[in-house]
């Protein structure tokens, strides 16, 4: 069973659609982390959350974790192509662990 | 100037062969990852070093052993290469992380092995 899942694990929109996805657990976390990774690229930090019901903007990328800081959401506003990517959620629960990550593609 | 650079970010070669895989970071970080990607994307701890000691061995075969000779080289040298071994393999950094909460990980570009 995995600490992190991720849904959906797929994704196809088109550009200028809405999309959210998450990061659940039933375990509860001081943080948590998103990052997105490009094809051929290491992962790259967007946002770290840390406070229950927290919500973060990133222009047009809105991140929340959960009030009991067990979830969190990360929603995209009028996705782009430069959108695509793999998503992943990031905790320490005792080690460094991802979510098993949400692939988005944007298409033209 | 790379923050974490790891070498090569290709290697192919043949089962039963032992391979290295280099790792530096620029950053001054005390923490050092390698991190296993497989083909579904999924990216799992392998080992954690903090000041050039072990602090993290997941459940990983002992044909794969880390080196860290100083703070800012962490390099992974692995026996018997086995087709199964073929994944991306990723070198990453950060900040020590005290229990329970996370710093930002820098990640090299990774390194794709592929054993025929």
């Known amino acids: 069973t995995q600490l992190l899942e991720q849904s959906p694990q797929f994704l196809s929109i088109q550009e200028g659609e809405n999309l959210t996805v998450y990061c659940n657990s039933s375990s509860v976390f001081s943080s948590l982390q998103w990052y997105r990774q490009e094809p051929g690229e290491g992962p790259v930090l967007l946002v770290t959350?840390?406070?229950?019901?927290e919500v973060k903007k990133l222009k047009r990328l809105t991140f929340q974790f959960g009030d009991a800081r067990k979830d969190s959401s990360l929603h995209i506003t009028a996705a782009q192509t430069g959108d695509t990517g793999l998503y992943l959620c990031?905790?320490?629960?005792?080690?460094?662990?991802f979510g098993d990550g949400t692939t988005l593609t944007v298409k033209p | 100037d790379t923050a974490v650079s790891q070498t090569p970010k290709y290697l192919v070669t043949q089962m039963g062969n032992d391979k290295s895989i280099k790792c530096e970071q620029n950053?001054?970080?005390?923490?050092m990852y390698w991190y296993k990607q497989d083909s579904k994307k999924f990216l799992k701890i392998m080992f954690s070093y903090n000041n050039k000691e072990l602090i993290i061995n997941e459940t990983v075969p002992n044909r794969f052993s880390p080196k860290s000779p100083d703070k800012a080289h962490l390099n992974l040298h692995i026996n018997s290469l086995e087709l199964g071994d073929s994944a991306v393999y990723f070198c990453?950094?950060?900040?020590?992380?005290?229990?329970?909460?996370?710093?930002?990980?820098?990640f090299g570009q990774g390194t794709r092995l592929t054993v025929v």
């Open positions: 950053l001054g970080h005390d923490t």
């Open positions: 990453a950094s950060s900040h020590a992380e005290g229990w329970g909460g996370v710093t930002e990980a820098f």
């Open positions: 990031r905790v320490n629960a005792g080690k460094s662990t």
């Open positions: 959350v840390v406070t229950g019901g």
